[in-house]
């Protein structure tokens, strides 16, 4: 990799969940493999008072929490390496003083490493306070490029509707340019999720099959086995659709479907994704809201809830090359299974040897498993060694030969940070994507009323189940059969 430039980072939020499981360990995980820039500082900014000492202490603390993604030895050296890059400034994110303070702790790191002043500000709080962030900054201008760049990090949701969305995009562009923004959809920073353009684009030989010829449909699931913990508050005012499905699971679908962008650039891979965001055709008729039995008497979940913990719908792509392949995507909490994979079903040759005979009319499946057993594998038949002509179905798999105690697949969060240093934002939305895929979400969410209400460790609602075998088909079993670790 390319020497990355030195820069200050900024993370408004330092003291919250976000950076707590995900921005903390890849920053460790950064000062591990040593991605950080020797010039950089990393300042972390909350209401909480604290000295530098607590801060690192509290850093310290928060390295060794079993919930981070963290699986590996903390190394003493490598976090004092981390610790000498690091600052806290406490303050009220609507405090115009902080960003005095602020700016008076940026201009002198900047001194003391003669170094540009190229920034980065995360905001791991919440969208409630952005304009307030923004309107200080640029009060400071601090969110000028005058002796540097500045980009700004922002998480989800993006808004909480078409027009939500809309008027924070254009908040944003009111202080910063769209090269500016890197709005983080994590699922980008996937290894396995970016493997499908290599997959699809790098060779030649799966590409001619992916079209509504060859495909008799596609399935997309993202199923946790697990309810919502300790984050009922927010999963509350939320709910299914809008915390996985108008993000991450849209962006699978973009990723399996699109056509190959004319290079391996920003502006082709973003255009093309859209293109895809667009055509798709919302069936309000068509979504089953499901909520796990036992969901209104989480911590902090209202006792007459209606919020989906699961869903389950039908769509297609209005295109040439899709028509009339139907797409389902479900997801949940509370499931039978912890997966997320995109499953491509081909269709059976009406004149295919061993119809009918064993397991003859199995279709074959291509599936993209983001996670876990992460890999692309092709499910194939097969015949079982031996006398008799006998079919079993199998796996050709290309899998991950990753150990998480080496973790030598880099984390999402790591792999965006170090292209928001670099500039590169093929792997962020812009705010046309975001728009396309409320657009097609709020359809959807106008319709939920009533959810069904399911077991524990199932499937979902029989509903769901109703939704797919209305149409001749059934919700494919994801098999843990292949890239075991
Ligand atoms: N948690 C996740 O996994 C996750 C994933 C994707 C997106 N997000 C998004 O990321 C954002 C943060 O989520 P979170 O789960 O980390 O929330 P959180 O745990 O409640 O943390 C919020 C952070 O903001 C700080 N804060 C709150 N009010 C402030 C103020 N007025 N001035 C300065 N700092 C303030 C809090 O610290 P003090 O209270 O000490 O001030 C805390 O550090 C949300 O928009 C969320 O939707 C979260």
Redesign the pocket.
């Known amino acids: 990799m390319d020497k990355i430039d030195p820069l200050a980072l900024i993370i408004?939020?330092?003291?919250?969940?976000?950076?707590?499981?995900?921005l903390i360990p890849a920053l460790y995980d950064m000062a591990e493999k040593k991605l950080l820039p020797e010039n950089m500082s990393i300042t972390g900014?909350?209401?909480?008072k604290m000295t530098e000492a607590e801060f690192k202490n509290y850093i310290h603390y928060v390295l060794h929490l079993a919930n981070t993604h963290h699986q590996h030895e903390i190394k003493e050296d490598v976090f004092k390496t981390l610790c000498k890059k690091l600052h806290y400034l406490?303050?009220?994110?609507?405090?115009s003083k902080?960003y005095q303070d602020l700016n008076n702790h940026l201009s002198e790191t900047t001194q003391k490493s003669r170094k540009a002043g190229n920034r980065i500000y995360y905001?791991?709080?919440?969208?409630e306070?952005y304009r307030?962030i923004f309107e200080n900054l640029q009060k400071n201008n601090l969110n000028k490029q005058n002796n540097g760049w500045v980009r700004l990090m922002i998480?989800?949701?993006i808004g909480h509707d078409f027009p939500s969305a809309r008027k924070l995009n254009s908040l944003l562009l009111k202080y910063f340019t769209e090269d500016q923004i890197f709005r983080?959809d994590?699922y980008l920073g996937k290894e396995t999720l970016q493997n499908i353009l290599t997959f699809r684009f790098a060779n030649d030989i799966f590409e001619p099959l992916i079209n509504k010829d060859c495909i008799d449909h596609i399935q997309i699931t993202a199923s946790e086995d697990f309810g919502i913990g300790k984050?009922g508050g927010?999963y509350d005012k939320v709910g299914a659709l809008k915390d996985v499905g108008q993000n991450h699971q849209l962006q699978m679908l973009a990723f399996a479907a699109m056509n190959s962008p004319t290079k391996f650039s920003n502006e082709a891979v973003t255009e093309e994704r859209i293109k895809i965001l667009k055509k798709l055709v919302p069936l309000p008729e068509k979504i089953v809201y499901g909520q796990y039995k036992g969901y209104t008497k989480e911590e902090d979940v209202a006792s007459n809830s209606q919020t989906d913990t699961f869903y389950a719908l039908k769509t297609h792509i209005n295109n040439d090359r899709f028509k009339d392949v139907p797409v389902y995507i479900r997801a949940g909490k509370k499931l039978k299974k912890t997966v997320t994979e995109i499953s491509i079903v081909f269709k059976n040759h009406v004149n295919r040897l061993f119809k009918g005979k064993d397991c003859g009319d199995e279709p074959n499946v291509l599936i993209y498993r983001i996670q876990p057993n992460e890999g692309i594998v092709l499910k194939i038949l097969t015949k079982i060694p031996g006398y008799d002509t006998k079919l079993q179905p199998e796996y050709m798999q290309y899998c991950y030969r990753h150990n998480p105690h080496t973790h030598n697949v880099p984390d999402p969060y790591e792999r965006l940070l170090i292209d928001t240093i670099r500039g590169d934002q093929t792997f962020f939305n812009d705010a046309k994507e975001i728009e396309a895929q409320w657009a097609f979400i709020d359809p959807l969410i106008a319709v939920r009323g009533k959810p069904a209400i399911y077991e524990p460790g199932s499937w979902g609602p029989k509903e769901a189940r109703e939704l797919i075998e209305k149409d001749g088909r059934g919700w494919l079993e994801p098999s843990m059969a292949f890239c075991r670790i």
């Open positions: 408004f939020g330092i003291t919250g969940n976000l950076a707590q499981i995900k900014i909350a209401r909480k406490p303050g009220k994110a609507e405090d902080l905001l791991a709080t919440y969208p306070l307030s998480e989800k949701p983080l994590h984050r927010y």
